[in-house]
């Protein structure tokens, strides 16, 4: 077993009651009392807290072709998430308290992770006016988000923070500036050129992190800066954390294990937003991953049908699937290629993200939910999308062969997915 907040990594058992860790330690099993105990034998499998994903699309409501609560939540426990947050550009946006019960509502009709609802930044999403953040936030709202779109004023951002901060929720922003990025479809580049298309530069992304984090040092408040994927990014953070600044950021594992070059080959496949950078933008956030200037890692999970993604790179929804090849991805290509120590991977998809948004998940200590994810660390596999549990099939990981995945994930007690099953 392995407790990220350092209590315990070894061998161990973990008694679960009434949907909660009751006690974590060597021989419970052998001294269960109550003859109505089930015992689940895990020897020679890691045992996690389950794992967070604070940036998911479920499409839900509006898409539901693309993906919905219910297959995302089961997409999730698939992947060792038992705890996701569901990003609010659906159709309605989810920008007013009563659209956040609803999102809740269904998902206590789901069968999976739990799924908290991110609310609108601003109403409708359309840049204007902030929404109501305490009313969203009494609501069940975890965070205040426009994702999908940026916050393009500085003078909203400030109002935005200010009224999130007074709720008690951070901001979660897509760093883009549009006047550089608008028609764009792949990293400004050689491959851009190669590939007829119009390319997005990485000012696009840095300058709005730099004006971002010159909003929040004048209104204060938390700010929490989504996938980020260059350099310059990744430098203006740390300079943001040195000097104390309330920030917190994600890296997704596609930005972490691939580059520009990957659209050459996989065409719409590969094509996200930020689109994947230089080789030297995917080292400088790996290595802000591994010293822990860049906090967590979120999948950006964002549905599409195969008839979206077939109309050509130009035209092509931006975006791909990733809940439930994360573990695998991250696993072989950090862990086992020397990159990152297992237990700090297992931090960055638990009590990390738990902590930037205030959840109250990534731990295994008595008391806390009994969410929890058991992991084959032995076992390889080949990236099938057909055999997935969201409904969409966009991943440029079809085929890649990995180490690791999950065998079973439970979520209050409940065992939500397994693997022999």
Sequence with gaps: MLDPTGSLDGAADVLVEDGRVVAVGPGLAAGAANPETRTIDVAGRLVTPGLVDLHVHLREPGQEEKETIASG??????????????????????DRPERVAELL???????????????????????????????????????????????????????ILAGAGEAGLPVADHCERRELSLGGAVFAGPVARRLGVAGIPPEAESDAVARDLDVLARAGGRLHLCHLSTARSVDLLREAKAAGL?????????????????????????????????????????????????DCVATDHAPHTRAEKAVGLARAPFGVVGLETAFGLLYTGLVLAGRLPLAELVRRLTVQPAEAFGLPAGRLSPGSPADLAVFDLVTEWTVDPTGFRSRSRNTPFAGRRLTGRPWLTMVGGEIVFEAAA
């Design 73 to 94: 939540a089961a997409a999730a426990a698939a992947g060792g998430f038992t705890t996701v947050c569901a990003m609010p550009n659906t159709d309605p946006v989810i």
């Design 246 to 294: 309330p920030v917190t950021a994600e890296v997704t594992p596609h930005h972490l294990l691939l580059t520009s070059r990957s659209v050459a080959e996989l065409g719409a496949a590969a094509k996200m937003n930020p689109p994947l950078a230089r080789e030297s933008d995917r080292e400088a956030v790996v290595a802000a991953l591994v010293d822990g200037t860049i």
């Design 105 to 159: 509502e269904r998902a206590r009709a789901a069968r999976g992770a739990r799924v908290l609802p991110i609310a609108a930044a601003s109403v409708g999403s359309a840049g204007t006016e902030p929404t109501d953040a305490r009313a969203l936030a009494a609501a069940g709202a975890v965070a205040l988000s426009d994702d999908g779109l940026p916050i393009a004023s500085a003078e909203l951002l400030e109002r």
